[in-house]
Nanobody, 119 residues
Framework: QVQLVESGGGLVQAGGSLTLSCAVS????????MGWHRQAPGGQREFVAS???????RYATSVEDRFTASRDNRRNTLTLQMNNLKPEDTAVYYC?????????????WGQGTQVTVSS
């Protein structure tokens, strides 16, 4: 059974930094795309960033100059370095992983980690 576990969330002041980590267990398969989504209170889950097994990165416009996603295929881990955090970044952050050709809807998901940015 594939499981994703996030860590690294917390409370930080605006302008600060946090690093989120995601560890995949239950499979030795290198999942094609791993990424981060987030859901703010009262909002819908939205895409934040992703990295393919080949290293291609994608970012939401709102974070592309502040966040950096990276992955270690050998260890099956994903990291999100978040700099210059803003109060609007406050959300539960979810790690997800999907096979090539599948959608995020059919992906494996973690339970989420809370990030709170105070002004």
């Amino acid at each position: 059974q594939v499981q994703l576990v996030e860590s690294g969330g917390g409370l930080v002041q605006a302008g600060g930094s946090l690093t989120l980590s995601c560890a995949v267990s239950g499979t030795t398969t290198i999942l094609h795309t791993m990424g981060w989504h987030r859901q703010a209170p009262g909002g819908q889950r939205e895409f934040v960033a992703s990295v393919t097994s080949g290293g291609t990165e994608r970012y939401a416009t709102s974070v592309e100059d502040r966040f950096t996603a990276s992955r270690d295929n050998r260890r099956n881990t994903l990291t999100l370095q978040m700099n210059n955090l803003k109060p609007e970044d406050t959300a539960v952050y979810y790690c997800a992983a999907r096979q090539w050709g599948s959608s995020w809807t059919g992906a494996y998901w973690g339970q989420g980690t809370q990030v709170t940015v105070s002004s």
